[in-house]
Every structure is written in C-alpha cells, then in structure tokens.
C-alpha cells in the first residue's frame, strides 16, 4: 500500500494562514454590513433633515403673508444651502401653488419639469420615492404644504435622486481604514500568539527526536502560562525520566536475570561434577545433592515469578474467588510462616473480633501476605513482624508492619515497579524485584490494591486492601 506524502506545514504558518483567514471574511463581512447600515441611516438622516428643511420653508413664506407676492422673488431668506444636509450637489427645491404649478425654484428645469404631479399633491404621503418615466434614477421626494388659516395655498418640494443622498464617501473610507486597521492588528496578535504556542510543541517534538535516540537528558522551560502547555511539558519530562528509568532497569534486569540464574547453575554443575567424580562420597555427597536441590529450587521459584508476572500482565491468569473466612485464613499464613521461621523472627497476629466471610482467591492472597512477611523479615533480620486485620464501611484492612530501618524517601516512589531493587536490597538479597510489583498486580486482579501506608526509620507499613462484598 502506497501513502501518498502530503507536504507539512509549520504549525506558526498553519493556523496563522488559517486564523488571518477566518479574520479577513469575518471583517469583509462586518465591513458589508456595516456599509449597509450606514447607507441606509445616511438615507433615513438627510430624508429628515429634507423634511425639517421644506417645513421650515413653508413656515418663513407664510410668515410673510400671502402667496402671490412672493411669485419671481424666491424665499425669505433664500434656498437652504446643500451643506446642511452635506451633499455634493444641491438637490432641486420647488414652491408650486395648490395646483401643483411651479412658480419658483433654487435650480432651473430639474426632474420635475414647471408642474408637479397631481398625484404627488394628492397623496397623503410627505416622504415619497419615485421613478421618473423619464429616467432610470430612484428619486425621494419631501413636500410641506403652505397653509394659510388651515386653507393650502400651495407647497414646498424637495426632490434629490437616491443615489447623492445615499453618497457618504468620507464614512465609508473611515471605515474602509478602520477595517484594514483591524486585518493587521488581528493578523499581529495571531501571529504572535500562534508563534508563542507552537514554541514549546517545537521544543517538546526536538525533544522527543533526543528521545528517540536514546538520549534522555532533555531540557524543556517550565516557565509557560498556558496550562495545557505546561502539563504537555512537565508530562513529556515525566516520561522522559520514566523511560531513562525504564531502560536502566532493562538493563539491570538482564544483568540481574543473567547474574541469577547462572550462580545457582554454576553451583549446581559444580556439585554435581563432585558427586560425579567421586570427589565426595557419603553423607557429605548426599550434602551436595541437598544443595543442589535447594538451587534448583530457589531457579524454579525465579523462572516461576517470572512467568506469573507475565501471565498477570497480559490478564492471562483466572482467578478462583470463593467465600472464605478472612481472620482464619490470614491466621493460617502467618502460623505456616512461622513454622517455618528460624528464631529470632516471629510475626504476631491481631484479628477482627467478628468473623467476617469475603471473596477472595485464597491463594493468591496467601502468596501477597508471604512476599510481605519475607520483605518484613529482610528489613529487621530479628524481631518482631505484626500482622493487623481491620475494617472500615467498604473494605477490609491486612496490614503488614516491621520495625527496621524503613525504606529511603527517595526510593519510596519505585518499589511497585517491575524489576526495581532498592540499593539496600541490590547486593544482600538474591531475586528478580518482582515480588512487590506481582503482589500488587494480584491484589488489583481481585478488585482491591496494594500500597505503602508509611515508612520511617521506626519501620514499615505495608496494606492490602480488599472489597468486603
């Protein structure tokens, strides 16, 4: 199968490209509408102002007296000037007599000719917007009438095409400036911004190629303000240092594996080429072939963890759960242990003061409690090892306590892993450091867990934990 190769693209110019993008239609929008909304109030303010304009006219030529005598003079006062409505042209201003005939005006001839419309009298409208046979021009009209003792004898007409009362040149370069303005601003604060969050996603990608060669010492700033980039640092230098411990403990592992299983071969090809050439005889032979046994023994219980471990890792093994009673079953694993304890080693046992039936499988927790009281035994060489059973509303309690010399803070963090051996344990205590991180992966298996409750120079406090029903 062929995967066609797609160019990449750095992340600052990706979502930069994209970001000025969705910028640009969304100011060409806001600019669209924008203009609109200025045409038309523009169009609405200056048909107002037309208005105030022909009223006022109306107003100073009745104040004069009658109609007649004004014909061929104008209006008291002359013509408005275009500028109050800050137009380019001057629109066309009518005085007819009630008949709609024009007696005067501010511009000769104009769209309505010497004579305005009778249905432009007649109608009741004062705002009206007309289409000149004569013309593909939308015009707006105003008209005010010349009353005199509530008698019209006559009216003012205002009449400016659609197209210079709509005209706003100036605005609309105010906001052709003000959008062009914001394209730039907006395409500045994105580029910065872009480039401040793709700078550590470039640090943390140039890291993991360190990573990817085998280097782990990487350095990555912890000084980002944005949370999601300062967990996606602290996370990635986390896992760096697991893995930098991870491929440490591989290769302790197959130092330990090695360095394990080839002492007790070694010993045991040796005694049995003793015994085989007769170098011994006797009872001290019969001492050899105990040794040998015990070897093979202690190689079997190593090669057996590591198949449990497995086996548990990849949810390969059932589990038996049954009812059992959990004061009888834990007072028999610790009696058994110490049969088998030399003296000097002795583990006490406080159990609940009611019987107390759980479902557990019986032994696999008797495997966790002895992996405890071996590490307990371990830690103190002598004394005395006490196994406590409480309860709380939900779970039922087996703490396993020591008091030896506690495990090291620093090392407090690791003992659940697999293959770890603390310094204290490395080079006195033959094993593979399964036997915590089994403990623990079985304890979860029947639904509770295994954890360090507290460890101090007074000693130790192992809890496994596990659901009362």
């Not at 990706?14 to 640009?24: A, N, V």
């Not at 005598?69 to 009518?94: N, T």
């Not at 003061?353 to 830690?379: P, S």
Request: aromatic share 8%.
């Amino acid at each position: 199968m062929f995967i066609k190769n797609k160019k990449r693209i750095p992340l600052s110019r990706y979502w930069t490209s994209r970001y000025l993008l969705t910028l640009c239609i969304g100011l060409i929008a806001i600019a669209f509408f924008s203009a609109l909304w200025i045409r038309n109030t523009t169009l609405e303010n200056r048909i107002n102002i037309m208005k105030l304009l022909t009223e006022d006219m109306a107003n100073r030529i009745v104040s004069t007296g009658e109609l007649r005598p004004l014909l061929g003079r104008g209006v008291p006062g002359g013509f408005p000037d275009r500028r109050w409505m800050d137009l380019e042209g001057e629109p066309f201003i009518y005085i007819a007599n009630s008949e709609g005939q024009v007696v005067s005006s501010n511009r000769p001839m104009g769209p309505l000719g010497k004579q305005v419309n009778e249905n432009i009298i007649e109608s009741i409208e004062t705002v009206q917007k007309l289409h000149l046979s004569n013309d593909s021009i939308n015009y707006y009209l105003v008209k005010a009438p010349i009353s005199v003792n509530e008698n019209i004898i006559g009216w003012v007409v205002m009449i400016e095409s659609e197209i210079e009362l709509a005209k706003v040149n100036q605005e609309y370069t105010l906001l052709t400036i003000m959008i062009i303005s914001l394209a730039l601003l907006g395409w500045g604060a994105i580029y910065f911004l872009t480039k401040r969050l793709s700078r550590p996603i470039k640090e943390v990608a140039q890291a993991a190629k360190q990573v990817q060669e085998g280097d782990y010492h990487i350095h990555l700033p912890l000084n980002s303000k944005e949370e999601e980039v300062y967990e996606l640092v602290t996370s990635f230098k986390e896992m760096a240092n697991r893995l930098e411990r991870l491929e440490s403990l591989r290769t302790e592992l197959l130092a330990g594996v090695t360095h394990e299983l080839r002492t007790p071969v070694t010993s045991i090809s040796g005694l049995l080429q003793a015994v085989n050439d007769s170098v011994v005889s006797g009872e001290e032979a019969k001492e050899f072939l105990n040794i040998s046994f015990r070897e093979t023994t202690k190689m079997k219980t190593m090669v057996e963890d590591l198949l449990a471990f497995n086996s548990f890792a990849a949810n390969a093994v059932p589990l038996t759960m049954i009812k059992a009673n959990i004061n009888d079953l834990v007072e028999n694993v610790v009696y058994q242990w110490n049969v088998s304890q030399e003296e000097g080693i002795n583990a006490t046992i406080t159990l609940l003061k009611t019987d107390l039936q759980i479902e557990v499988d019986t032994i696999r927790l008797e495997q966790i409690i002895i992996n405890l009281l071996n590490n307990a035994k371990q830690a103190i060489q002598e004394g005395e090892i006490q196994v406590n059973v409480s309860l709380d509303k939900y779970d039922v309690y087996i703490d396993i306590a020591d008091n030896g010399p506690g495990i090291p803070i620093e090392e407090q963090a690791f003992i659940f892993e697999r293959f770890y051996r603390g310094e204290g344990k490395k080079y006195k205590h033959r094993g593979l450091g399964l036997g915590l991180s089994l403990s623990k992966m079985i304890a979860q298996a029947m639904k509770g867990d295994l954890y360090l409750r507290q460890s101090s120079t007074m000693g130790t406090i192992f809890r496994i934990s596990l659901p009362r029903g």
